[in-house]
């Protein structure tokens, strides 16, 4: 049986073995401002899906993760669906995501009705990455 709640407390240890991008501070807010979800399967946290608020007033998914032997088998459409359900409840017309242009997450966000809107480059040497592409959705 699947389920997706909030992220608790008593997820920060699976949290933190998926999520290395996120400080323990932001953790925490997450946690208290139910900006994160977890995807549960038969009790046993397998994915985790956060967000924030772009300009201050648009939802935007800053991560989505499926464990690797949960992957292709829905999950991330699960999490996905239930976020944009959750963000329309709350009043929001728009929702973003991005992923690097080097990553296959894009077309997964297309199949997904994401329309491309954008990108930029960071070339300063310790932050430079691929370009980061912009993907954005009416809800």
């Known amino acids: ?13 699976f949290w933190r073995s998926l999520d290395k991008h996120l400080s323990e501070a932001e953790l ?19 994915g ?3 967000y924030n608020l772009f ?3 648009t939802p935007f998914c800053t991560l989505l993760y499926i464990m690797c032997d949960h992957r292709y088998k ?9 976020w944009e359900q959750d963000m329309r409840a709350q009043g929001y ?5 991005s992923t690097q242009v080097d990553e296959s997450a894009q077309h997964f ?5 994401y329309k491309d ?5 960071i070339d300063i040497a310790e932050y430079a990455q691929p370009m980061e592409l912009f993907l954005v959705k009416s809800i």
């Open 1 to 13: 049986m699947v389920n997706i709640r909030y992220v608790q407390a008593e997820d920060k240890e």
């Open 28 to 46: 925490e807010n997450k946690i208290r401002d139910k900006r994160g979800y977890v995807l549960l399967l038969d009790g046993e946290p397998i």
């Open 48 to 50: 985790l899906l956060r």
């Open 55 to 57: 300009w201050d007033n």
């Open 74 to 82: 829905g999950c991330g459409k699960m999490l996905m669906e239930y």
């Open 93 to 97: 017309g728009m929702i973003m995501t």
């Open 109 to 113: 966000y297309r199949k997904l009705g």
């Open 117 to 121: 809107c954008g990108g930029f480059v």
